[in-house]
T-cell receptor
């Protein structure tokens, strides 16, 4: 069975610090997605990564994909409180989305 | 204007009932999806629908059936509701065939089966 694992599951970090969330998956996939979900809210698509070596950046967030290692990272630079949310990765090996368990991020002032 | 809308936002019903959740997108997108998020926040895709091509997650019980009257709508019908169906259901849409484009999500429908 395909597994998508995120690490860490919970992350508490101070404002201004940097950190990386990891997403490992167990099958071949050239596509990986990152989403954000605020408490009690819907999901927001952050990044769509479609090839090995893809790197995308939006504000303080940067996502990368290494399909050979079956690993994606979401790097947070100089965290601010507004980034507090749950972040999900998902892979799509063939018209089926498989989500990670989510990483709950809390940024502390 | 709301891009992806769902109705109702909340749905409380008894076991064994049949219910429908409606989804509409005004983005002109070609592909629509239904997702389920359980109480532990675990997300699972249920269906994707593109130009009359339905792709089903094989783990979804056949009590769940998507119905698309037109490209802008993908409704979810659930027969014989069970306690385990309690969850938040999200509709989403994207341009083009699934997976290559950004998805836009609706606000969710919180279903509680008693």
């Amino acid at each position: 069975e395909l597994k998508v694992e995120q690490n860490p599951l919970f992350l508490s970090m101070q404002e201004g610090k940097n950190y990386t969330i990891y997403c490992n998956y167990s099958t071949t996939s050239d596509r990986l997605y990152w989403y954000r979900q605020d408490p009690g809210k819907s999901l927001e698509s952050l990044f769509v990564l479609l090839s090995n070596g893809a790197v995308k950046q939006e504000g303080r967030l940067m996502a990368s994909l290494d399909t050979k290692a079956r690993l994606s990272t979401l790097h947070i630079t100089a965290a601010v409180h507004d980034l507090s949310a749950t972040y999900f990765c998902a892979v799509d090996p063939g018209n089926q989305f498989y989500f990670g368990t989510g990483t709950s991020l809390t940024v502390i002032p | 204007d709301t891009a992806v809308s769902q109705t109702p936002k909340y749905l409380v019903t008894q076991m064994g009932n049949d219910k429908s959740i409606k989804c509409e997108q005004n983005l002109g997108h070609d592909t629509m999806y239904w997702y389920k998020q359980d109480s532990k926040k675990f997300l699972k895709i249920m269906f994707s629908y593109n130009n009359k091509e339905l792709i089903i997650n094989e783990t979804v019980p056949n009590r769940f059936s998507p119905k698309s009257p037109d490209k802008a709508h993908l409704n979810l019908h659930i027969n014989s509701l069970e306690l385990g169906d309690s969850a938040v259901y999200f509709c989403a849409s994207s341009r083009g065939r699934g997976g290559l484009e950004t998805q836009y999500f609706g606000p969710g429908t919180r279903l509680l089966v008693l």
